[in-house]
DNA sequence: GTTAGCACTCGACGCGAATGAGTGCTAACA
DNA sequence: TGTTAGCACTCATTCGCGTCGAGTGCTAAC
């Protein structure tokens, strides 16, 4: 970074003036357009001079000669770091988020998913949110319930505040003495270690000591092992995906089926928010910068969520590069901070 | 229906191939391309001849002057009532449905989530199904198990096997006994009532004559009540949406937008299954007899399911008029009854 | 350093000719 | 009387071509 890439304040000017332009009309801006709106007191042809600077240093490009320019990757970091000016939400907007989110919402995986659309909703863009992912939590109870004669609900509790349940279905009757047994063998067995070290060898051991006819143990088993899979792999959910559908640049039915195929690939999503990492800073990746081919034209905007000590999952963003930068950030800071006091009560818990 | 509407075996052989044509290829079917499958030994000009006639009977019609033929809704109607041969899946596909299906799978919702999964894949269509719906059945039990000091599990089981629960935060914290306490009581008011007469009035009475402080007995009845609508109001859930965008007649980027809004209602999807009525046999509605504009280019084949006794839910596929509806109905045919196998023992229990 | 003026570029749009798939009709044939 | 070959006709699609206009770069004047 030479003095010769050194912005002056006027090029900074156009070059906001540019970004701000395209991302709301999606057409390449002309030097005409910017010097109308007098903001900066310039003719068309001044600020062509500057525009073609700008394009020489990489900021803008012009997607076929003669006609106006549009940011590049490169000059939307520029404005992102440097240029963007992020405004609060409205106070509206804000009391509507902070109503929905106080619900009482007992669940963390609810929690977060409310999080997401809400974002999707106030953004008008696509949401991906990580729900927390508690691997290394140890086991706060084992609970077994009884519903129905021959099934009962399996409930896992970390002391991460996660909890997740699920019916079983048993091959013969239990009697209230035998889930009892059961539950208290779990418990004691299993409280207390991470949920990760709740490995088939361990679950298996249970199978064997425990003295309760076979039909029963091991579909319990496994219910609390599929508990465990959902508590130690975070799910990824999509909200508000359709919203891509609102831009022109998705016009293009092609490019939708590639951004949908990418979507849907829990794994890749998975990644993407992965490498927030721990840090609870927000992230904008824009373009190229995701390194994956159909994200060339998308950008993500992500943030991770925790209780203040410990970071749990993460939310992000997805958009056409020329999103709104400053209301996305603005809706993710906030609705992240109501997140983080929400998931501290149910973790102080 | 005079003897004039009646099709001579030679008609109705170049209607099911115009269809079978059409159904796979989404090409206007010219009178050449029949005469050329040898299947019936007919030039073309005879052919044409009888297209013709055809046309006059409103069973095909041309998109425009000097094009092929393609099927009228009361052709595709016709077809599906008389001509269409159902033929069994393959072995190795029913084996796949089966293992899939046969996973202890204790929740009803679950198990008509996988079920739509199923139709979907096989298919490659759009599946929607209706979660079973519990409004008039019974309440079986009511739990309240502790999970950490300020939340509780909320568990409600119906006597239609349904099972709900939701993990509610109390603003202050909750002795056993006085869990146990609450717990009874719930129990004691409502259980055997109809989970639709658990008016908000009743609650509000539970609410009152139960001497715990407030904070504590508030969130639980709300999460009560939160249980009891999701089991009385069914949930309508897509599965393979996109898989809508892999027909050509939805390359029109405002067609797919239209058809992705009406699907995203729930109501409307509701609606179409709601119709379906009591009977549990299958139905197709084609085109235009789903009185819904958008819907103008798509078929439904709705099925119902339950325990043989009473029907609970439905389960529909949607995809182009020009759908595989051999396929479609045997697929759903197949899956719907391992549905109500299913259905049936968790009932039972 | 800024600006007016001008020639130039290039995508978008509209028009008309060529193409070809498929038809209806007529006349010949079995 | 039913079937078929032949032929004129229709019409969506495609492609080339000229026009239009937004926007540029460059030059010369201020």
Known sequence: MGWDEELNDRKKAILRSIVDDYIHTA???GSRTISRKHELALSSATIRNEMADL????YIAQPHTSSGRVPSDKGYRFYVDNLVQVQELATEEMQHIRTAMDERIGELD?????????ISAITGYTTLAMTPQAEEAPIRSIQIVPVGTQRVLVIVVTSA???NSRVVRLDRELSDEGIHRLSAFLGQRLEGKPVSEVTIRLMME??????????????VVEGVRECMRRIGHSEIMLD???NLFNFPEFNDLLKAREIMDLLREEDVLSAMLHTVGKRTNMEVRIG?????GPMRDLSLVTAGYGDGERHYGAIGVIGPTRMAYSRVIASIDYVRKLLD?????????
């Open 27 to 29: 057409q390449p801006v």
């Open 55 to 58: 394009e020489d240093l990489g």
């Open 110 to 118: 609810d929690l977060v998913r409310r999080a997401a659309t809400l």
């Open 161 to 163: 505040g996660t909890v």
């Open 206 to 219: 249970v199978e064997q000591v425990l003295g309760l006819a076979d039909g029963i143990v091991l579909p």
């Open 240 to 242: 508000g995906m359709m």
């Open 288 to 292: 190229s910068e995701n390194h994956l």
């Open 341 to 349: 006091r929400e998931m501290l009560r149910i973790v102080r818990d």
